[in-house]
């Protein structure tokens, strides 16, 4: 398993509140995530860091997760613990109020990868010669969409784009999509905030990902081109790579 990540401040932003990272648990499973945060007087950096940082300090020190029911039933709960914590601490802290952040995280087996999501941060997997999609923005222009409101390309440039109706630490209790999907050797899973997603097509991110280079390279790559049109938002990116040395390979955390 080969993975890589990378956040960049974007060209127009002051700072950064995108977060994300990568670990292998006591048996070698890699959980990889990101979380781009927002609001509360500049906290969604706050947010999105004690995320990240609770979420794979908890998995360090999980093992026997061993089938898709157990993955699913680790990211619940722990998730669910982690949305109560920022809540918490939003509640508590007056220059934290009302904070929050979006979250992607996926858990890499050999067989299966297993992804929770909330928000406008996106999963995808590319496996041959497709590049899909698998979350599904939890954002007002999306439900728009969906209930065919608006079209997509009307979408692109709604002024209510960036409306959430979902984000983990704005409420006690989150309601969190998690599913299960099969993955095969030479197969990429793809994580970004939308600070990618808004600015590069599908078809430009598969051109890229299919590139013989490395996964910093093609990261970089992708970073670029969403700063060359404009930059407005921060930019974060993870890709793990299906390869042939399976989950218990070198991991270097980030």
Not at 116 to 140: C, F, P, V, W
Request: contains cysteine; proline residues 1%.
């Amino acid at each position: 398993m080969d993975v890589a990540f990378k956040s960049d401040v974007g060209q127009i932003r002051s700072h950064n509140e995108d977060n994300g990272g990568f670990s292998k648990n006591k048996d070698g499973l890699l959980l990889v995530i990101v979380a781009d945060g927002m609001g509360g007087h500049q906290a969604g950096d706050v947010a999105s860091l004690m995320t990240i940082e609770k979420l794979l300090g908890k998995w360090r020190e999980t093992s026997e997760l061993e089938t898709p029911t157990s993955i699913e039933k680790w990211l619940d709960e722990a998730i669910s613990d982690v949305n109560e914590q920022v809540y918490q601490h939003s509640t508590e802290n007056p220059q934290c109020q009302g904070m929050g952040t979006t979250l992607v995280a996926v858990v890499c087996s050999d067989q299966f990868v297993t992804y929770a999501h909330i928000g406008d941060s996106r999963a995808y997997l590319m496996n041959g010669e497709t590049l899909a999609q698998k979350t599904e923005d939890h954002s007002l222009v999306n439900e728009l969409v969906r209930s065919g409101q608006i079209t997509e390309v009307e979408a692109e440039n709604h002024p209510r784009r960036n409306v959430l109706l979902r984000a983990l630490g704005t409420e006690k209790t989150i309601k969190i999509d998690i599913e299960t999907i099969n993955w095969d050797k030479g197969s990429y899973i793809l994580l970004c905030s939308d600070g990618l997603s808004n600015k590069v097509k599908d078809e430009e991110i598969f051109q890229v990902i299919q590139k013989k280079m490395s996964l910093d390279m093609k990261i970089s790559e992708l970073i670029s081109l969403a700063n060359e049109r404009g930059g407005e938002d921060n930019i974060t990116i993870a890709i793990a790579f299906h390869d042939n040395e399976g989950t218990h390979g070198d991991v270097h955390e980030r």
